[in-house]
DNA sequence: ACATTTATGTCAGCCATATTGACATATTTT
DNA sequence: AAAATATGTCAATATGGCTGACATAAATGT
């Protein structure tokens, strides 16, 4: 991880500083929530900067590993679900999802009432390198709720909630609230 | 935006649910604290979704949205401190700079006391757009806040900063707080 | 029964953003 | 003068997105 050490010379005199009344609150509008903005950036990209460490080991990336948290989260699930999910084309999910098929972390199962569907299953392999990597962030997020006393986790929830697109939040919460029920895959 | 709308059957009738003790925490440790990691994904998903409909416009990626931000927030950074913040080499960082650069968002000054570092500064038209966007992601932060009370700022502010890793955490802290004060400067 | 729609896959090519390695130039430091 | 530093650049490569076109099988509607 890079170490975020700006030198301090960077308000040397003589190097223009911004006016008194800054350009954002005279000019633009209300005043940019710069703290959350930037604590976004970097929260983000250390969660996710774990689990990349061991995907790059294994040949693998990021398209790799949310492809296969939803589909262990979600056994049984069609293609087109993980294609509105993740918001991307079927042909760049075909490429990632071919090679977790061909080895052995997804396994595709035709649909018993819809034989035109191919549903997915995380193999055992599958699952055991899913709950790796959940594992990984699990430690950062226990590490953060740890220093922050118990009620941080309700207003993580929360917070994190709040700030998905309106339209968009019962999809997740229910999506989120049927995985939490969902069965181990029995693709028979 | 993706709808979320993964179909019911998943939860097909006769499809065992887990049993109450789930898999992962009989067998691999801990249970993964999924809502998180989850919400996480979608809610970062979205937080740079609204920028990236206004970038691609103008041709630019999400790179640039970063190097911009940063620049406008961190007048007068030198090359290798973008570098350190931003995780990527010079080489890609050189592309997408060169770009704001010949389209006139950003500026580079020879260093004053060391004439070989290329100060980076936001032209107004580079500012004007870090500030567009910023008040795009600052609207759903906004939004989110007034959902879920006066003590959310504070509280996602923490929870954040606490996601961070421990050895980067005082270096983002500091560089946040000199951008703040770089923003308005006080009478010196 | 036939036509249409749906679910999925695939081929081919393009683009954006990242990588590594090697090398160049100017400038500061030793 | 030599070494280290800050930056830039060339060349090649990889990943993961994209669009468009087309193929197949199965379900659905008339």
Tied chains: 1, 2.
Excluded: C
């Excluded at 294609?83 to 999802?97: E, H």
Aim: no cysteine.
């Amino acid at each position: 991880m890079a170490d975020i050490n700006v030198s301090a010379k960077i308000a040397a005199p003589g190097v223009a500083e911004r006016p008194a009344g800054s350009a954002a609150s005279a000019a633009g509008g209300p005043e940019p929530i710069w703290d959350i903005i930037e604590l976004l950036f970097f929260a983000y990209r250390d969660f996710v900067g774990d689990p990349d460490e061991v995907l790059s080991k294994l040949g693998f990336g990021r398209a790799h590993h949310r492809v296969l948290h939803f589909v262990n989260r979600n056994p049984g699930m069609k293609v087109a679900d993980l294609l509105d999910i993740l918001n991307i084309t079927k042909q760049s999910l075909g490429r990632v999802l071919k090679q977790l098929v061909d080895q052995g972390y997804v396994l595709q199962k035709e649909g018993a009432q819809d034989r035109r569907q191919r549903l997915l299953y995380a193999t055992p392999k599958g699952e055991a390198l899913s709950l790796k990597l959940a594992h990984l962030q699990t430690q950062r997020i226990t590490r953060a709720f740890g220093e922050l006393g118990p009620a941080a986790h309700e207003a993580a929830r929360r917070f994190l909630t709040a700030m998905i697109d309106t339209d968009n939040r019962e999809g997740v919460l229910r999506l989120i609230a049927r995985a939490d029920r969902m069965a181990k895959p029995e693709p028979k």
